[in-house]
C-alpha cells in the first residue's frame, strides 16, 4: 500500500527524506529500495530479528524505539524496576549490535507512551540527559501525547502549550530532534533553546 506513494513523493519531490514506520524487515527493504531514506522501528529490532542485517545491509539511518511489550499489550500495566537504567541498558544492548553488524547512523527514541505510564514518561523526560551518554542522537516524540493531556485534564487537540513545554524541556535534556505535530511552534522553540549557551 505505501509504495506507490512514496513513489509518488519521490518522483515529485526529489529532495524529499521520508522515513518508514515499520518493524517488519520486508517492508523496510521495499520501501528503502523505493525511495524512502529512513527506518522507524518502534520495537527497537524485538519484532522481526532479520531487522538489524535488513537495515544493515541497506546503511539508512535507523530510528530505534524502546517499547516494553507489543502494540497490543505495552499499556496493560507496564512494570519497571528503574525505567531510566532499564531503557538505557536496553538501547545499549541494541546498538552494540548494530554496531557489530557496521551500521553506525543510529537514531534513538525512548518511545513516550509506548509501555509506560504517566509517571515513567515524567521520569524519563526528566532524566533524558542520561542518554547522552550513548553517543547518538536521541528523537523526542512527545507531541500531543496522553501524559501531557491526561495530566492536564484536557483533550489532544487542547495541548498544543503543554507540547510546547515538553519539547523545551526535551530540548534543554538534550534531544536532538523533535518529532512533531505542529512543525512552527517546534521550530520556535528550538531557536529560543538554541539562544542558551550550554
Not at 539508512?60 to 499499556?75: D, E, K
Not at 485534564?153 to 519539547?167: F, G, K, P, V
Request: charged share 20%.
Amino acid at each position: 500500500r505505501i509504495l506507490p506513494v512514496i513513489n509518488l513523493l519521490v518522483k515529485n519531490f526529489p529532495e524529499i527524506i521520508i522515513s518508514v514506520d515499520t518493524f517488519r524487515s520486508k517492508i523496510a527493504k521495499e520501501t528503502i529500495t523505493n525511495g524512502a531514506a529512513i527506518v522507524n522501528d518502534i520495537s527497537g529490532g524485538k519484532m522481526d530479528n532479520k531487522m538489524f542485517e535488513t537495515v544493515a545491509k541497506l546503511q539508512v539511518p535507523y530510528i530505534l524505539m524502546h517499547m516494553l511489550g507489543t502494540p497490543q499489550n505495552m499499556q496493560k500495566n507496564p512494570i519497571y524496576n528503574d525505567v531510566t537504567k532499564e531503557i538505557i541498558s536496553f538501547f545499549a544492548a541494541q546498538i552494540y549490535k548494530l554496531h557489530q553488524l557496521k551500521l553506525n547512523d543510529i537514531i534513538i527514541d525512548v518511545g513516550f507512551g509506548f509501555g509506560k505510564t504517566i509517571a515513567h514518561n515524567f521520569e524519563i523526560l526528566q532524566n533524558l540527559s542520561l542518554f547522552k551518554n550513548l553517543d547518538v542522537p536521541i528523537l523526542a516524540g512527545i507531541s500531543r501525547k496522553s501524559m501531557l493531556y491526561k495530566t492536564l485534564d484536557i483533550s489532544a487537540q487542547e495541548a498544543l502549550n503543554a507540547t510546547t513545554s515538553a519539547n523545551t524541556i526535551a530540548l534543554l535534556n538534550g534531544a536532538n530532534i523533535l518529532r512533531v505535530h505542529d512543525v512552527k511552534e517546534a521550530v520556535e522553540a528550538v531557536k529560543i533553546v538554541n539562544q542558551i549557551s550550554f
